[in-house]
């Protein structure tokens, strides 16, 4: 019987109800909708640098994180690679990489490298390295070279040119080599699109005379919500080795930090916004409660329990919420599908600052569970707090005066 009547007394004065309902279905589409930025901003962050930098998971020589040196280079075999698949179920496939720094060499200009040894196609799995060529194809032929578009710039280098590369291999010996140019690729990364050169991993261990051997195996989990489970089964199998494993987040303390400050700007913001949503649903609480003080009133003089009247209330306060909450989960569906779809461009000062750091300027929305789960479930119980006050003022109402008017 309470909620036929808590359900009728809503519809009684539909333009109260609406105003109620419209209130909340708002504060949870501008919550989801600041959450859902916030998110995206940062999935894009952590997939640029995990997919063209560390991956998700790497397995090191636990010397190469304080020198990383071809010295520190470990044995990478068909045991080595069955060993850490089997390690866990979590792991989707292994990216094996080798690196160094080396002098670069054009005709006329000498630039310092990052030389990257890489299996191209299971590269390309990993960051869709291919599709950023601009010019040429990776060749698996000796003594061939692609190299980033920003360092081929500097270089002053095209597609089909000689690069010379000299450095150091492992335990001190010369690593020297004349390298045909045949690709360019254009990296999101610019302090990467400046100084890579990339090499096939049996062109790289053979100029660094590190034969089946690499320096970083990255770990590709089957979702990055299993990356702390993967990377602790990994350590397991491998442990009283030399090995160790690193997730992204300790590659990548910097990034992490960033990430946490802004998450905590966010945080702060959204606080400020729940205020503001909170004065605005109890602000048309406090008009629908003043509206109807008379009935309240009327109804306990004549004999109904403030108990069940609050009950009443309390109901129809529920239901308002429900239907706000819901309605919000329905438009900004709608919406963050949108701005998934069309992330928000950047320009001015803010992009050239995002693309420093070797990011795309655009705001993509995320959607997630979570965010639902938490946006929603935070307004409701705003909701729902704020339904204490009509019920209070029925505990204390002074029917006498009430009435009145």
């Given at each position: 019987?309470?909620?036929?009547?808590?359900?009728?007394?809503?519809?009684?004065?539909?333009?109260?109800?609406?105003?109620?309902?419209?209130?909340?279905?708002?504060a949870?589409?501008?919550?989801?909708?600041?959450?859902?930025?916030?998110?995206?901003?940062?999935?894009?962050?952590i997939?640029?640098?995990?997919?063209?930098?560390?991956?998700?998971?790497?397995?090191?020589?636990?010397?190469?994180?304080?020198?990383?040196?071809?010295?520190?280079?470990?044995?990478?075999?068909?045991?080595?690679?069955?060993?850490?698949?089997?390690?866990?179920?979590?792991?989707?496939?292994?990216?094996?990489?080798?690196?160094?720094?080396?002098?670069?060499?054009?005709?006329?200009v000498?630039?310092?490298?990052?030389?990257?040894?890489?299996?191209?196609?299971?590269?390309?799995?990993?960051?869709n390295?291919?599709?950023?060529?601009?010019?040429?194809?990776?060749?698996?032929?000796?003594?061939?070279?692609?190299?980033?578009?920003?360092f081929?710039?500097?270089?002053?280098?095209?597609?089909?040119?000689?690069?010379?590369?000299?450095?150091?291999?492992?335990?001190?010996?010369?690593?020297?080599?004349?390298?045909?140019?045949?690709?360019?690729?254009?990296?999101?990364?610019?302090?990467?699109?400046?100084?890579?050169?990339?090499?096939?991993?049996?062109?790289?261990?053979?100029?660094f005379?590190?034969?089946?051997?690499?320096?970083?195996?990255?770990v590709?989990?089957?979702?990055?919500?299993?990356?702390?489970?993967?990377?602790?089964?990994?350590?397991e199998?491998?442990?009283?080795?030399?090995?160790?494993?690193?997730?992204?987040?300790?590659?990548?303390?910097?990034?992490?930090?960033?990430?946490?400050?802004?998450?905590?700007?966010?945080?702060?913001?959204?606080?400020?916004?729940?205020?503001v949503?909170?004065?605005?649903?109890?602000?048309?609480?406090?008009?629908?409660?003043?509206?109807?003080?008379?009935?309240?009133?009327?109804?306990?003089?004549?004999?109904?329990?403030?108990?069940?009247?609050?009950?009443?209330?309390?109901?129809?306060?529920?239901?308002?919420?429900?239907?706000?909450?819901?309605?919000?989960?329905?438009?900004?569906?709608?919406?963050?599908?949108?701005?998934?779809?069309?992330p928000?461009?950047?320009?001015?000062?803010?992009?050239?600052?995002?693309?420093?750091?070797?990011?795309?300027?655009?705001?993509?929305?995320?959607?997630?569970?979570?965010?639902?789960?938490?946006?929603?479930?935070?307004?409701?119980?705003?909701?729902?707090?704020?339904?204490?006050?009509?019920?209070?003022?029925?505990?204390?109402?002074?029917?006498?005066?009430?009435?009145?008017?």
């Amino acid at each position: 019987m309470y909620l036929k009547l808590a359900w009728r007394n809503i519809w009684r004065n539909k333009r109260r109800t609406l105003i109620t309902v419209s209130s909340i279905m708002f504060a949870v589409i501008f919550a989801m909708f600041l959450e859902s930025i916030e998110r995206g901003s940062h999935n894009v962050a952590i997939e640029n640098m995990t997919r063209f930098h560390t991956g998700y998971i790497q397995v090191q020589d636990y010397r190469f994180e304080d020198q990383p040196s071809l010295d520190n280079a470990f044995l990478y075999d068909a045991e080595q690679r069955n060993q850490i698949l089997s390690a866990s179920e979590s792991i989707n496939y292994l990216v094996p990489r080798i690196e160094t720094f080396m002098l670069a060499a054009g005709d006329d200009v000498t630039k310092g490298a990052m030389v990257l040894g890489i299996d191209p196609e299971k590269e390309d799995r990993l960051n869709n390295l291919k599709s950023h060529l601009v010019e040429g194809a990776f060749s698996s032929g000796n003594q061939t070279a692609v190299i980033a578009a920003g360092f081929a710039e500097r270089l002053e280098l095209s597609r089909g040119d000689s690069l010379v590369l000299l450095g150091q291999g492992r335990f001190g010996r010369t690593a020297a080599g004349k390298f045909e140019i045949t690709g360019i690729v254009d990296l999101p990364m610019r302090a990467m699109n400046n100084q890579m050169v990339y090499l096939s991993l049996e062109n790289a261990q053979r100029l660094f005379s590190a034969d089946q051997r690499i320096t970083n195996l990255l770990v590709t989990p089957n979702s990055p919500q299993q990356v702390e489970q993967a990377a602790r089964e990994i350590a397991e199998a491998i442990s009283g080795g030399d090995l160790r494993v690193f997730t992204w987040q300790e590659l990548l303390p910097d990034l992490v930090e960033a990430l946490n400050f802004d998450r905590a700007s966010t945080r702060f913001l959204m606080g400020i916004l729940y205020v503001v949503i909170g004065f605005g649903i109890f602000g048309t609480i406090l008009t629908m409660t003043l509206e109807r003080l008379y009935e309240f009133g009327m109804l306990i003089s004549i004999g109904m329990h403030r108990a069940k009247l609050a009950s009443v209330v309390f109901l129809e306060t529920l239901f308002m919420a429900i239907i706000g909450v819901a309605s919000g989960y329905f438009f900004s569906t709608f919406l963050l599908l949108y701005f998934k779809a069309n992330p928000i461009e950047l320009g001015g000062d803010a992009a050239e600052i995002i693309s420093e750091y070797g990011f795309d300027p655009i705001i993509p929305a995320a959607i997630a569970s979570d965010i639902y789960l938490f946006q929603g479930a935070f307004v409701f119980a705003l909701s729902i707090l704020i339904s204490f006050y009509p019920i209070m003022k029925i505990f204390t109402l002074n029917t006498m005066e009430a009435s009145r008017k």
